[in-house]
């Protein structure tokens, strides 16, 4: 896992708690809740296996990944779904009013796929503090 740092989880089947508090920022781990709650189809009981292990890890961090679909996800949802061409998964989120991204725009883009493919499109990232 990358959260400004390098992290193993050890044993992921396991059912333990995880505390996201010590290894990330409150911006980041609300980043990663959004991520994986609106970018995911599925629930732990149906997902593919990437997305389940995903759905899963949340879940053991204490995050309701139906709370954030609920929140996050319009009901005209623009997604674009994963296939082999472009090997990767977008989702559009729709902010609230007070959660302007610092363009002021109301939506916000996840993504999520090939590690290259994502990597390739990005200009920065968020280090463990939430700092760009």
Known sequence: ????????????????????????????????????SCNTVGTVSDAQATELAMLK??????IDYNFYRQKYLPKDLLRFPFDSARKRMSSVLELEEDQQTEFGYQKRLHVKGASEIVLATC???LNQNGEK
């Open 1 to 36: 896992m990358w959260c400004g740092q390098d992290r193993k989880i050890e044993d992921p089947d396991s059912k333990n708690p995880i505390n996201l508090d010590v290894l990330m920022s409150p911006e980041a781990k609300s980043r990663l809740a959004e991520a994986v």
């Open 57 to 62: 890890f949340i879940s053991r961090c204490g």
């Open 123 to 125: 200009t920065h990232f």
